[in-house]
């Protein structure tokens, strides 16, 4: 049911995305309406700022707009908005670099703490064992909980991380494995707990 859900989508979506690049006002607003507060969920897991990440989520779909005649046809269109998000918010920082010549920033950083939802938690040991794996997460690469947070916080299949993180459907998957494998070395006697979140993402 979920893929079947999200195959559904997807070609609401790209119903969407056609009648925006013929210029329909109204497909345009339905989108800005469905993926914004998306976006901006995104872009904060970049930046505690939350102005410049509204500031640049507005800018995606302005450009959105004022492009749509030079538009890919087929797009995961969600995935397309995540990965313009998160270009935009990767020159910003750049362009913060070179004005404030801090550190080298040789690709963004993911900054959001990953938090399984607590409608999971049924009793007071399952809320140890979330908290627990909250934080074996949060220990990954950032890259790897990146993926995970696309994933899950998303809902994001492995070709739209790929499309997301501008990597290839291999390198995606990748993402994903590692990840679970560094939990279950880091949460051996866990591992029911470990699998189930494995079912989620695969």
């Not at 939802?117 to 794996?133: F, G, P, Q, R, S």
């Not at 899950?152 to 299949?157: E, R, S």
């Not at 990840?179 to 989620?200: D, F, H, M, Q």
Request: proline residues 1%; charged residues 25%.
């Amino acid at each position: 049911m979920k893929i079947k859900s999200n195959i559904n989508n997807h070609d609401d979506d790209l119903a969407l995305w056609q009648d925006l690049r013929d210029g329909n006002e109204k497909s345009f607003s339905i989108i800005f309406e469905k993926y914004y507060p998306h976006l901006i969920r995104y872009g904060n897991s970049f930046s505690p700022f939350t102005e410049k990440v509204q500031d640049c989520v507005q800018d995606v779909f302005a450009d959105l707009w004022l492009y749509r005649s030079s538009l890919n046809e087929t797009v995961f269109v969600k995935a397309y908005l995540l990965s313009s998000v998160r270009k935009r918010m990767t020159r910003l920082q750049e362009r913060d670099y070179i004005f404030n010549k801090s550190t080298s920033l040789k690709s963004i950083d993911f900054l959001t703490d990953f938090s399984i939802e607590h409608d999971l938690i049924a009793d007071e040991t399952t809320a140890y064992n979330v908290a627990n794996m909250n934080n074996l997460i949060n220990s990954l690469p950032a890259r790897q909980k990146e993926a995970l947070f696309l994933r899950y916080h998303h809902g994001l299949g492995i070709d739209e991380i790929a499309d997301t993180l501008q990597v290839n459907y291999q390198s995606a998957n990748n993402l994903l494995y590692r990840a679970v494998l560094n939990l279950r070395k880091g949460w051996k006697e866990k591992l029911l707990l470990i699998l189930a979140l494995s079912t989620i993402l695969f």
